[in-house]
């Protein structure tokens, strides 16, 4: 799970279908997303942190960490 995605989301007050909506794809895709069942490209990152206001590349820092765990 990408937790720090979930805090974000929820510091913001958006629920999944806001986000998924404001970023245009499904909240599907956007729940695996948040719970790192799937990865994303770029320009998918770039929309759902400008919805979110946070850097995109947080995304990929996130990603080896995660991996370590």
Wanted: charged content about 25%; proline content about 3%; glycine content about 2%.
């Amino acid at each position: 799970m990408r937790q720090w995605l979930f805090d974000i989301r929820k510091k913001r007050n958006f629920t999944m279908a806001e986000v998924a909506e404001q970023s245009n794809i499904s909240e599907s895709y956007y729940s695996m997303i948040e719970n790192g069942v799937r990865n994303l490209p770029v320009s998918t990152a770039k929309k759902i942190a400008s919805v979110l206001g946070f850097d995109w590349v947080q995304f990929y820092n996130d990603e080896p960490k995660a991996a370590n765990r």
